[in-house]
């Protein structure tokens, strides 16, 4: 029995130190030691992954035209594909709006939907216009996967990469990895600000978690929030797509990733459906600040500034500390014991009144939460290794001459 106890912590150790020392893990990957910029690597081809086949050891681009690049999905990783389809709506519905009057007076412009909010209600004398949710939102929904992926490869290929080439990066999967945090850093300081500044025009502002209850239901949403809860569905589904459809190198920290993804597809899509958006307006926000300065102290760690990266991922830690923990505990802690804070009328399942929180829907709220707790203590445990090995001074060997994955074997062989 003391034998088999033994094993199981081995096994544990074991998986813990590959994941420290696996150059492709998300979290613990770009903390790694760097390769010296001074090192050579063979050119390549920088292309979308999925785009690449190997003759003789040489990347080609896989040539698409338009019907190919909408059936292959290229579009979701190749900018220029992504880019025609959106001015082609934007295009659309210009010319619906010209024409329409003349040829169709008062026939609703059909690409309306993928470009504004729909479902307005009024909703005072004032003529303050507020908004429902209905089955038109995924239109919306559908379209901005088509925005993100142009935006996220736009910011990446067009701006990062060659930043990262200014700063001396020369391997072109670190290149890549550089690229997506560059990314990532742009896109979660954007969302998480946005984020704070919709919940400070809430009643929820700063996470006075009663008002998650009170009142309920909250069908009736501002614009902002509508926008901004639509938005997040749409890139979190484009994150997931990428994945799941394999058109990225793959990692191999693939399962907790898609887990992750999946969880958060889950908040996003029950709290919108069943008019809980307070709830979820308050967990994007503890989500997406940290991760803008997650992603920010690994561009200081591939770009070498030493200094600077040990005072942003001492930052990084503090933030992470407080939004993914304290906080997640603070909502957590809300649902188990707020619930009953809800209306009488309201505690009933009765989607046609649009109140949904029978007793049991406390568990289907709190059980998502917790999970992205899970997750979030495991990497949390990953952070706190990474930050005692920095300050007892211990590093991993350098193996970046293997780093990042990249495709090419010669350059990834270990010099001696």
Same mark, same amino acid.
């Given at each position: 029995?003391?034998?088999?106890?033994?094993?199981?912590?081995?096994?544990?150790?074991?998986?813990?130190?590959?994941?420290?020392?696996?150059?492709?893990?998300?979290?613990?990957?770009?903390?790694?030691?760097?390769?010296?910029?001074?090192?050579?690597?063979?050119?390549?081809?920088? &292309?979308? %992954? =999925? $785009?690449? !086949?190997?003759?003789? #050891?040489?990347?080609?681009?896989?040539?698409?035209?338009? *019907?190919?690049?909408?059936?292959?999905?290229?579009?979701?990783?190749?900018?220029?594909?992504?880019?025609?389809?959106?001015?082609?709506?934007?295009?659309?519905?210009?010319?619906?709006?010209?024409?329409?009057?003349?040829?169709?007076?008062?026939?609703?412009?059909?690409?309306?939907?993928?470009?504004?909010?729909?479902?307005?209600?009024?909703?005072?004398?004032?003529?303050?216009?507020?908004?429902?949710?209905?089955?038109?939102?995924?239109?919306?929904?559908?379209?901005?996967?088509?925005?993100?992926?142009?935006?996220?490869?736009?910011?990446?290929?067009?701006?990062?990469?060659?930043?990262?080439?200014?700063?001396?990066?020369?391997?072109?999967?670190?290149?890549?990895?550089?690229?997506?945090?560059?990314?990532? &850093?742009? %896109? =979660? $300081?954007? !969302?998480?600000?946005? #984020?704070?500044?919709?919940?400070?025009?809430?009643?929820? *502002?700063?996470?006075?978690?009663?008002?998650?209850?009170?009142?309920?239901?909250?069908?009736?949403?501002?614009?902002?929030?509508?926008?901004?809860?639509?938005?997040?569905?749409?890139?979190?589904?484009?994150?997931?797509?990428?994945?799941?459809?394999?058109?990225?190198?793959?990692?191999?920290?693939?399962?907790?990733?898609?887990?992750?993804?999946?969880?958060?597809?889950?908040?996003?899509?029950?709290?919108?459906?069943?008019?809980?958006?307070?709830?979820?307006?308050?967990?994007?926000?503890?989500?997406?600040?940290?991760?803008?300065?997650?992603?920010?102290?690994?561009?200081?760690?591939?770009?070498?500034?030493?200094?600077?990266?040990?005072?942003?991922?001492?930052?990084?830690?503090?933030?992470?500390?407080?939004?993914?923990?304290?906080?997640?505990?603070?909502?957590?802690?809300?649902?188990?014991?707020?619930?009953?804070?809800?209306?009488?009328?309201?505690?009933?399942?009765?989607?046609?009144?649009?109140?949904?929180?029978?007793?049991?829907?406390?568990?289907?709220?709190?059980?998502?939460?917790?999970?992205?707790?899970?997750?979030?203590?495991?990497?949390?445990?990953?952070?706190?290794?990474?930050?005692?090995?920095?300050?007892?001074?211990?590093?991993?060997?350098?193996?970046?001459?293997?780093?990042?994955?990249?495709?090419?074997?010669?350059?990834?062989?270990?010099?001696?």
């Amino acid at each position: 029995m003391a034998s088999s106890s033994v094993h199981k912590r081995r096994l544990r150790s074991g998986t813990v130190e590959r994941i420290e020392a696996d150059p492709d893990h998300h979290l613990a990957g770009p903390f790694r030691p760097q390769t010296p910029f001074e090192t050579e690597f063979p050119p390549n081809s920088s &292309v979308p %992954y =999925f $785009a690449k !086949t190997r003759s003789n #050891g040489v990347a080609h681009v896989v040539p698409a035209g338009a *019907w190919q690049n909408i059936t292959s999905l290229q579009w979701i990783v190749v900018p220029a594909s992504s880019l025609k389809m959106l001015l082609t709506v934007v295009v659309l519905w210009a010319n619906w709006e010209i024409l329409a009057p003349y040829v169709a007076k008062g026939l609703k412009n059909p690409f309306e939907p993928m470009l504004f909010l729909s479902h307005p209600i009024i909703t005072s004398s004032s003529g303050e216009v507020r908004y429902h949710k209905g089955y038109l939102d995924l239109v919306f929904v559908a379209f901005h996967i088509i925005v993100w992926s142009f935006v996220r490869q736009a910011i990446t290929l067009w701006i990062c990469q060659p930043l990262g080439r200014w700063f001396g990066i020369k391997k072109e999967a670190k290149l890549d990895r550089f690229g997506e945090q560059g990314y990532a &850093v742009a %896109y =979660f $300081a954007f !969302t998480g600000f946005w #984020g704070l500044r919709i919940m400070s025009q809430l009643p929820t *502002w700063f996470y006075r978690t009663e008002h998650f209850w009170i009142d309920y239901p909250h069908w009736d949403m501002p614009p902002e929030l509508k926008r901004f809860y639509l938005m997040q569905s749409s890139y979190w589904c484009q994150q997931l797509l990428v994945m799941l459809l394999g058109l990225e190198k793959p990692r191999k920290d693939y399962n907790e990733l898609v887990a992750h993804h999946v969880v958060t597809l889950w908040l996003i899509g029950w709290s919108y459906l069943i008019n809980m958006t307070r709830i979820g307006n308050s967990v994007y926000v503890s989500m997406d600040i940290p991760d803008a300065f997650l992603a920010f102290s690994k561009l200081l760690n591939y770009i070498q500034w030493k200094r600077a990266k040990v005072i942003s991922f001492v930052v990084f830690l503090c933030i992470w500390t407080y939004f993914r923990h304290y906080l997640n505990l603070v909502m957590l802690w809300s649902i188990w014991t707020e619930f009953d804070l809800i209306p009488e009328t309201a505690k009933r399942w009765s989607p046609k009144d649009g109140v949904w929180l029978t007793w049991w829907m406390k568990y289907q709220i709190f059980t998502p939460v917790l999970l992205l707790q899970f997750l979030n203590l495991f990497w949390y445990y990953l952070v706190l290794r990474i930050a005692v090995r920095a300050v007892s001074g211990t590093e991993v060997d350098d193996d970046r001459s293997e780093d990042e994955g990249d495709d090419e074997p010669e350059a990834d062989e270990k010099e001696d």
